[in-house]
């Protein structure tokens, strides 16, 4: 079985999350929005792909997290991570995790220890 390379994989999302945002961005429809600050630029779409990138590769090479656990996403800044995890010590470390990526204004926790709720 070939080993995935998570980071790889991030870079790959971040950059078609980019191409995606800049083809919606430059439809004729979407110009009168865009001008009317109504709309994320590709930038912010990027700038988000990269956060959620850089988050998750921290968590996979964390060796007490399971990187299957946590889902992280991010938009404007903004991270939100779920999943259910083994204990709380390892939401605390999720955390702390996304706090240290650059660009993170603030992070919306919905981990849930197992079999706690």
Known sequence: ????NLA???ATIALAF?????AAETTPQNESKAASGSTAS??????DAV?????????????????????VETHQGIV????????????NQAVRLARGVKGVK???NDMVVKGRQ
């Open 1 to 4: 079985m070939k080993r995935i």
């Open 8 to 10: 790889a994989i991030a």
């Open 18 to 22: 980019g191409a995606h945002a800049l």
């Open 42 to 47: 590709v930038g912010e779409y990027v700038d």
């Open 51 to 71: 956060i959620t990138s850089k988050i998750k590769t921290a968590v996979f090479q964390d060796s007490t997290l399971k990187a299957t656990e946590i889902n």
């Open 80 to 91: 939100q991570l779920t999943g259910f995890v083994k204990s709380r010590a390892d939401i």
């Open 106 to 108: 603030s992070i919306k």
